[in-house]
């Protein structure tokens, strides 16, 4: 059956200018880290992407790694892109990242123009695409010289394989010079995406201050903690659940009482707002003015459309914020 896109696809989602760029994001991006390589199920993967862009969510989220294996995801991001999306690819913001292991050998990870340029080159064939929206330095190399990290994403852009430069994973210090860099190289900074949820603040200490100076838009992954900032562990373990099955992430021992004590008070709070915890959870990181958007993972159509409901709901009171952080103290 042939694809035709929501003509409603804009009215509900909201759009956040990214730093100082022209640029808008949707507040809610659909991140294909999990559950989206070559051992799900591709009718799902597809029904949820398709859905995604239906409710307004423009922006798609990969890496060279993402799987398992690395690489399937953006393999059948491809298959996607080529039999429904296609038609809209310029209403779509498509991102991809390099820095961790995607394959053997010394030029194979990390931060060297020989691996970065390779790596982009593999993504773009493997997506189909003459161009991503953005592209990443993944993580910061210890053991490379930064001007040479950040000239790779310079010449991507100059080249037209990346519309814009974004890093990962880089603490403020680190952030602070791969900005200064790519400014005086003439490629403004677009995003930064790091970690960072209700439970994993580090970004708040110095990082939102930098990226709010500079003028770069703030992405967070991992926004709802692998799934500890929902209500799907209040009773227990799920046996379908990430923590009963092999996950690298997350781990049993992660559900310790004092955690499951702040679980519930936030998800009673959340209750009290008319929402669920999940959606709280994902309204209180964009309430920073810095965030541009929060990355969310999907494993079916029906979570998908739950965390979009984030939207109906995005308020906080400072005694709201108040009583959040007493909770998370």
């Not at 989206?36 to 922006?59: C, V």
């Not at 110095?206 to 009773?235: M, N, W």
């Not at 999940?278 to 993972?297: E, H």
Request: some cysteine; overall charge negative.
């Amino acid at each position: 059956m042939a694809y035709f896109a929501s003509k409603d696809r804009y009215l509900n989602m909201k759009y956040n200018r990214c730093g100082n760029s022209g640029l808008l994001l949707p507040a809610i991006s659909l991140g294909l880290w999990h559950n989206f390589g070559g051992l799900e199920d591709f009718q799902t993967m597809k029904e949820i992407i398709l859905g995604a862009f239906d409710m307004g969510i423009t922006h798609f989220d990969l890496a060279n790694n993402y799987g398992p294996p690395p690489g399937s995801a953006e393999s059948n991001f491809k298959n996607i892109m080529q039999s429904e999306l296609g038609a809209h690819r310029d209403e779509l913001i498509i991102s991809t990242k390099a820095g961790y292991l995607m394959w053997d050998g010394p030029y194979g990870e990390w931060g060297s123009r020989k691996y970065l340029m390779a790596s982009l080159d593999q993504s773009l064939k493997r997506m189909g695409l003459d161009y991503v929206d953005i592209f990443y330095s993944h993580r910061p190399d210890p053991d490379t010289p930064m001007e040479e990290t950040m000239m790779a994403l310079h010449d991507a852009v100059q080249h037209g394989k990346a519309l814009y430069a974004g890093i990962s994973n880089y603490d403020a210090e680190q952030t602070m010079k791969a900005v200064s860099i790519l400014q005086d190289l003439g490629t403004p900074c677009l995003i930064h995406q790091s970690r960072y949820n209700m439970f994993d603040r580090w970004v708040e200490e110095e990082l939102l201050d930098v990226l709010d100076k500079k003028g770069v838009g703030c992405i967070s992954f991992s926004p709802l903690a692998q799934g500890l900032l929902t209500d799907r562990y209040l009773h227990g373990i799920p046996e379908d659940s990430r923590i009963a099955g092999d996950s690298i992430f997350l781990k049993k021992d992660h559900l310790d009482p004092e955690l499951m004590f702040k679980v519930k008070a936030l998800n009673q709070h959340a209750e009290q707002r008319g929402q669920i915890l999940a959606q709280m959870a994902l309204a209180w990181i964009l309430n920073r003015k810095q965030v541009t958007s929060v990355l969310i993972g999907a494993s079916s159509v029906s979570q998908l459309n739950s965390n979009a409901g984030t939207m109906h709901n995005l308020q906080f009171t400072r005694d709201e914020l108040a009583y959040i952080d007493n909770i998370l103290i």
